[in-house]
């Protein structure tokens, strides 16, 4: 009788071991999926892309508010005040000295694929230079480009889009 | 003495039961955990299913030289692409964004018929021919932007980039 007792309790320590080899393994599995960050500055650079070809033309055609009273393309375009675009970021890390973005938008002679202007580019241009590194620190880079028309006029438009926020999107 | 010998063998056997057991369950927990950790600690990118530079550039095609008139009565897309304006667009400026399938077509009934395209690729891929269903992995980009033309048709462009292309 004594002898079963024994036997029982080895069981029950042996269950509880068990149970917690088996909890911990589930809980670390979980840790792995979820820890993981999702990279959401794909999202960002498509977000900032959208808002600025939305900005400035509609419909496949050049917008008014791209153009003077001379009716020239206004090379002096502040793209943050007429495309509404706000650059806060929340205080993390060194975000708010370092900024986080960058934008430039580029015109192009769609016939003669000659390059016409740019826009005051806006943004930390330092993230420019960092694009092409390879590594999980390194900037997200999406440059979008797309056909428009004004009149008997075509350009290719070119927005090159940067987010850094490499300590919330990698690990 | 027989009944003692009797008792150990069976405590033996039960042992020998449970290191088995234990045994089983710490692989199979490792299994699982392996087979998390490969397949889920790569990087997890969003994308979505839109690209409105896209639509803006096809916006922008149709606007060119009549060309929704003439494509929704009826015209096809590769005698208007003798000027080589859709390649242009739609090739040369998409092919880095979407190098695995560039598809720009006319398409009838709700895209089951494809009465009218131009394939930008090559001819494997061609083939292949993917649909959003048929994607290997999560990670692949699929975009399918859609003016339409007229009751019937649609004026649509497919794109592809599949992970690490």
Same mark, same amino acid.
């Given at each position: 009788m004594k002898n079963c007792r024994g036997t029982d309790k080895i069981l029950s320590v042996y269950w509880f071991a068990i149970l917690f080899i088996v909890a911990g393994a589930i809980v670390y599995m979980a840790v792995l999926f979820y820890g993981e960050p999702y990279d959401l500055r794909k999202i960002e650079t498509n977000l900032l892309s959208n808002q600025i070809s939305n900005c400035i033309s509609q419909g496949g055609v050049l917008k008014d508010?791209?153009?003077d009273e001379e009716r020239k393309l206004k090379e002096d375009f502040d793209l943050v005040k007429e495309c509404h675009l706000n650059f806060n970021v929340e205080s993390y890390s060194n975000w708010k000295e370092q900024e986080q973005y960058y934008v430039k938008v580029s015109f192009y002679?769609? !016939?003669?694929?000659s390059f016409l202007f740019d826009f005051p580019a806006v943004g930390n241009i330092n993230l420019k230079d960092t694009c092409? &590194? /390879?590594? &999980?620190n390194s900037p997200f880079c999406v440059e979008k480009s797309f056909y428009v028309i004004k009149g008997d006029n075509q350009y290719l438009i070119k927005i090159l889009s940067i987010v850094r926020k490499t300590e919330k999107n990698v690990r | 003495m027989f009944a003692k010998i009797n008792n150990k063998k069976g405590q033996i056997g039960e042992t020998l039961t449970w290191t088995v057991a234990t045994i089983i369950i710490i692989v199979i927990l490792a299994i699982s955990i392996l087979v998390v950790s490969f397949n889920f600690s790569s990087k997890k990118f969003v994308y979505d299913e839109h690209d409105l530079t896209v639509l803006k550039s096809m916006s922008a095609y149709l606007l060119t030289d009549g060309n929704y008139n003439k494509l929704s009565h009826g015209g096809d897309l590769e005698t208007f692409n003798d000027n080589g304006l859709a390649t242009k667009i739609f090739q040369d400026n998409y092919r880095e964004d979407y190098p695995d399938y560039n598809r720009l077509g006319i398409v009838h009934d709700g895209g089951y018929v494809i009465t009218d395209y131009l394939f930008f690729g090559t001819e494997e891929q061609y083939r292949e021919a993917p649909t959003s269903y048929n994607l !290997?992995? /999560?990670e692949d980009t699929y975009i399918l932007e859609e003016i339409k033309?007229?009751?019937?048709q649609n004026f649509e462009f497919i794109g592809i980039k599949r992970r690490g292309s």
């Open positions: 508010n791209v153009f002679n769609f !016939r003669s694929n092409n &590194d /390879k590594g &999980d | !290997r992995t /999560k033309l007229n009751e019937n």
